[in-house]
């Protein structure tokens, strides 16, 4: 009861099913809580542009503006494109349902299972990202990272579990605090840039000749800077989270999150353009930016602290969507049937745990560092794009809606634009993103097994008339005995009831023990019969198990079933279990397994 | 069966319990497995004493010689009092049982707690400082070494689970290795003084007076000098493991590594002074003096590999005297019993496993930096250290044996000189070590708490002739059933054969399901009670259980007992058990804990 005490005031009282409806969201609290993760990018997106382009030097930023407007472009192809999936699918699963729907369950699997694994990355990447930046502010914690991280994780985890209108009262306000932030950042930045504070010669004009550019490199920014619109389809996956009517709010919430996002985007690249800020080791791009505008003043921290604070909430885009995903792998049976549950507070609990430890797992084995993480997470987003588009595609020209060409075209253009990204990336990054190549036939593998397993599981349990069900016709109980206590009389009492040959076994590792137990059971119960076997290699298993095996023969013939009772100390205190029940339980688990007995465990509750 | 395969081929095949003789040690394979801690911290304690004394700067470094010379006196005390303790003590538990003995059992708890917090400190903190050896060597595998140090106590549990005989058989190279280059250097070395190679400027005369120079300085240089004695003590826990005679060939053990380690560690002392080389952060003070010595050739990678080598096998030595003083705790039901158990192989593997974990976690929380668990390392020793002498001071008043007072001068001195450091410790370094004045009195506790626990459980399970035992005159089965299968099916035949009653009962999450389910039943098994259950909540746990409370009164009217039974899953491959029996295993776990029935487990063999 204290662990029912424990997980109520940890995630809440639990929610009667009919609650459902209150927990959906209005495009509000939505936007807060799916769009973390799109919108936490360009704290990042912008710099790893400027990156790539200066390996040339200064001369080659200004290609920044033609790349910018290159993924503003795919950014709205991508809004449009999934602002039709939702429509067309408004039960979500994105990427997962469109492609299974419309180019077979394999197509899907690999769109689903790369999301999955995309999911898990996000959380690694961005709480460790959120981590750096706080160790950074105080270096004594830097040892700590791992055990900070997954603190973060952990925390993040309960706030989901809590449920999803509870995740996202709270995760608004950082979220907002970001975008106001960066907003007042771009304004007064392009307020002085109008008043003429900042001189034209802090940048090359556009259009300079560059030597050394090449198509190559340029791509590889381009691809980079694509890694700012990872997140965008998170939106399609959670439909089913929003109030009705859920298609149009999601729609809603998309458009805006792609508004405020081409806005922080453009914003971000023109400023850093026109202020001719180089990517330093030290200091990101927006800290020599926030540096240049404000001075290192309330504002500048401001902006810190709220990018801080959102690189760690971009996981929580993941929490949100990984588990919706879940749920319509499961429900198909490519995932075990585990996530279709819903928890006390009709989150899906089991999903969020799921993402919850093995992102913590990718924390620790990474030690922290999961940088190199980013190409490959970027690439696992890219591909599922692509897979919907194409899917959506082949829908339009199979159903032929009214306005089918024009929404064709929008998904067709989508679709190019994606895959140009994705070849892009196999090109210029293959060296950190071939990992994909062989995970992802892995999943659709795992997938296809589980299934295969449920289906060969659902036909066995078909009750068939013509065939005829077991009949014992009696029970013989055998009760492993440890030394001659109450628990063992109450054992033999229960196996009285229950059975119709009793017979107890002693296992003994020497030769002493084993006839001073033969010498006292002959005093102490006469009438019930006690095996002794004695066991050379200190094994408990092994002799029962060849008793069993015997004894299995004999019960065979008189057609008698044969349990096995296997008494287990309750103890008072949780802690006490560490004290008992080891060899108790590890008899059990085998009989449970390797042996074709029943098993049936009789409680002795210990009172102090 | 696979299981057992793989721990076969990764631990051996099992060991019969009369093959234990087989399994002692000579004073050789003992020497190697026992003495890998204490040799290997003449790698840095020399190096600690120079760190403090080179904050005053070069001249201070003559102090390194008294200091020194206070080291070996302090060696000799403690190895001539664990001579007397190994003799009075044959079964081994050192400090642990030598406290409990004669200074109550209290103090007993205090050194052994503190030895077996040790043992955890030792594995960690030496194996994080051979991965530093390692992934310095190769800094791409630095963000790795998490990973690597968990690892690498992984590979040495196998070799402890091997038994103890395997793993002295592949240690003693490793360690006569080292002792061998070390030796080498030292003759070298000392060849060079003496043939007037190395100018007699190069240090400071002894005697020179040094301005700044203050008594707390001396002594916590001084207390540094003496982490290079921890594990001195690890022959006295291990004694049992000898062959015979025991105690002769463990003290034979123990003064041979005295020697060593005096010879090794008084050389390097002496060498680092006369050649003038002051601690580097970038270069230890052994790599120092070998490549000054011998050049950078071949000797000195010698040196270098055997150093990182055997400060990854110090950690063995933790793996040797853990299990046994962990023994010594269980057989006085101070800890769980199952550290009293033989493993496979002979050792104790729940120690050796507990201690793997334990650590694993240690470096993981601590990111592989554990540096900072050093001067808790050895305050942690020097605490057991001057508790068994004054044990043994106590031992000698009470008995007076031939030649105590000799006896007990020796272990008056080592008391004394013990005690010094211990205070030395708290007084020189008290931010470092606080830590031990919390968990020592929590280990005390502790166990306080584990023997009242077993000694309340003895006292329960006692039959007294007075008390009438149970008896039931009647059983009511109650079978939780999921749907109309095959498993249900099978399951009511056993119920039917070993209850007088039986009830089936469903538990539906919404209306719909609850009426369809009745309609089936009826149809089906219209002879059997079907009770359904509404859960608001989708719980499965909570209805059965309020049903249960309420047939649990009406059971005791009629003297009946309650079984309730569950059909679990086995599924053919061990994977799928992922797929299965979530709601299963968790319902059998909540009736067992918290409701007074008996659980049998029927097990339903899936073929695919």
Redesign the interface.
């Known amino acids: 009861?204290r662990y029912t005490m424990f997980k109520r005031a940890l995630i809440g009282k639990?929610?009667?099913?009919?609650e459902l409806g209150e927990q959906r969201l209005g495009v509000l609290k939505a936007l807060a809580i799916l769009s973390s993760d799109a919108l936490s990018s360009v704290a990042y997106g912008p710099e790893q542009v400027l990156i790539v382009l200066s390996t040339i030097g200064l001369i080659a930023f200004w290609y920044s503006i033609p790349i910018g407007i290159g993924v503003l472009i795919l950014l709205t192809a991508l809004i449009l494109s999934y602002r039709q999936i939702i429509f067309a699918y408004p039960h979500g699963g994105g990427a997962y349902i469109v492609s299974k729907s419309n180019l077979g369950k394999n197509t899907g699997l690999v769109a689903g299972g790369s999301l999955l694994v995309d999911y898990i990355l996000t959380v690694a990447v961005s709480v460790s990202a959120g981590t750096d930046a706080i160790t950074s502010a105080f270096p004594q914690l830097h040892?700590?990272?791992?055990?900070i991280a997954s603190v973060l994780v952990i925390l993040i985890t309960i706030l989901n579990l809590r449920g999803v209108t509870e995740s996202a009262s709270v995760l608004a306000y950082p979220v907002y605090l970001f975008v106001l932030a960066v907003v007042i950042l771009i304004v007064v930045g392009i307020w002085q840039v109008a008043t003429g504070h900042i001189p034209a010669e802090s940048h090359t004009p556009i259009g300079t000749v560059v030597p050394g550019i090449s198509l190559f490199l340029l791509l590889r920014a381009f691809s980079s800077g694509c890694s700012a619109l990872t997140g965008v389809e998170a939106v399609s996956n959670a439909v089913p989270n929003f109030k009705e009517p859920e298609a149009k709010n999601a729609v809603n919430t998309l458009i805006m999150m792609g508004i405020i996002l081409a806005i922080l985007f453009s914003g971000i690249m023109f400023l850093a353009y026109y202020l001719g800020i180089a990517p330093k080791g030290e200091e990101t791009v927006l800290s020599q930016m926030a540096a240049k505008i404000f001075g290192r003043n309330f504002l500048y921290y401001f902006v810190q602290g709220t990018t801080a604070l959102i690189l760690v909430l971009a996981a929580n885009t993941g929490f949100s969507a990984f588990p919706m995903l879940a749920v319509n792998l499961a429900s198909d049976k490519y995932l075990?049937?585990?996530f279709l549950?819903?928890g006390?507070r009709l989150g899906y609990s089991n999903g969020i745990i799921t993402l919850s430890i093995t992102s913590i797992l990718l924390i620790?084995?990474?030690?922290?560092?999961t940088e190199q993480l980013i190409p490959l997470y970027a690439v696992g987003v890219f591909i599922p794009f692509t897979l919907s588009q194409t899917g959506m595609i082949i829908k339009w020209m199979k159903e032929k809606p009214a306005g089918w060409v024009f929404k064709l075209t929008i998904n067709l253009i989508g679709a190019l634009i994606t895959l140009t990204v994705v070849i892009i990336f196999f090109a210029t990054k293959f060296s950190q993103v071939w990992f994909v190549l062989i995970f992802l036939p892995i999943i659709v593998f795992v997938c296809h097994r589980?299934k295969r397993?449920?289906d060969?599981?659902g036909?066995?349990?078909?009750?068939m008339s013509s065939e005829a069900?077991?009949?014992?016709e009696?029970?013989v109980v055998i009760v492993p005995v440890a030394g001659?206590?109450?628990?063992v009389?109450?054992s033999l009492?229960?196996a009285n009831?229950?059975?119709d040959t009793v017979i107890a076994v002693y296992v003994a590792?020497?030769r002493e023990s084993e006839k001073k137990m033969e010498e006292k059971w002959a005093e102490w119960k006469p009438d019930v019969r006690l095996v002794t076997l004695y066991s050379?290699?200190?094994?408990l298993l092994r002799p029962v198990a060849r008793f069993i095996d015997l004894a299995e023969e004999k019960a065979a013939e008189n057609n008698f079933?044969i349990?096995v009772l296997i008494p287990?100390?309750?103890?008072k205190r949780r802690w006490?279990d560490?004290?008992?029940n080891?060899s108790s339980l590890l008899l059990?688990l085998y009989l449970?397994?390797?042996k074709?007995?029943?098993?049936?465990?009789?409680?002795y509750?210990?009172?102090?």
């Open positions: 009861m639990p929610l009667k099913t009919s040892p700590f990272n791992v055990v075990p049937r585990m549950n819903r006390d620790i084995v990474f030690g922290g560092n589980i397993h449920y060969a599981v036909e066995q349990l078909r009750i069900p077991l009949k014992f009696g029970n001659i206590t109450k628990v009389e109450n009492h229960y009831l229950i059975g590792f020497d050379a290699y200190r094994s079933t349990s287990q100390f309750i103890t006490h560490f004290l008992h080891q059990r449970i397994y390797q074709n007995v029943i098993v049936t465990t009789v409680p509750r210990l009172k102090k």
